[in-house]
């Protein structure tokens, strides 16, 4: 099982990344994806999640309308648009896969290694 996150780099304030996520070794279509970050000093939290099919998001509020999930289980990809980059977006973000959308991390049986964002001028 492997879920390898890409996409991060630094960024100035206002900026767009595209984060990904390639899944392998597991039925992907089976599983809901979500997206968590961790910033130095801080707990790993939650961003965005999406269900197996893609019919169903989630994001929390301090993303909403500035982030959006989406997946082609065709390729095995998850991606999360990230526009109007703020400083405070800056973390390690991590993509996780469960067997059902939930915002819960102890709820995620599989996790990638990360890819650091840093949003800075």
């Known amino acids: 099982v492997q879920l390898q996150a890409s996409g991060g780099g630094l960024v100035q304030p ?9 899944a392998s070794g597991f039925n992907f279509d089976d599983y809901a994806i979500g997206w ?3 910033a130095p ?4 939290e939650g961003v965005s999640c999406i269900s197996s099919s893609g019919d169903f998001t989630h994001y929390e509020d301090s993303v909403k309308g500035r982030f959006t999930i989406s997946r082609d289980n065709a390729e ?22 469960a067997k059902r959308i939930t915002t819960r991390e102890r709820d995620y049986d599989y996790w990638g290694q990360g890819t650091q964002v840093t949003v800075s001028s």
Request: glycine share 8%; aromatic share 10%; net charge positive.
């Open 41 to 44: 000093g801080k707990e790993r």
């Open 76 to 97: 095995n990809m998850v991606y999360l648009q990230m526009n109007t980059l703020r400083p405070e977006d800056t973390a390690v973000y991590y993509c996780a896969a």
């Open 14 to 22: 206002g900026g767009s990344l595209r984060l990904s996520c390639a």
């Open 36 to 38: 968590f970050r961790q």
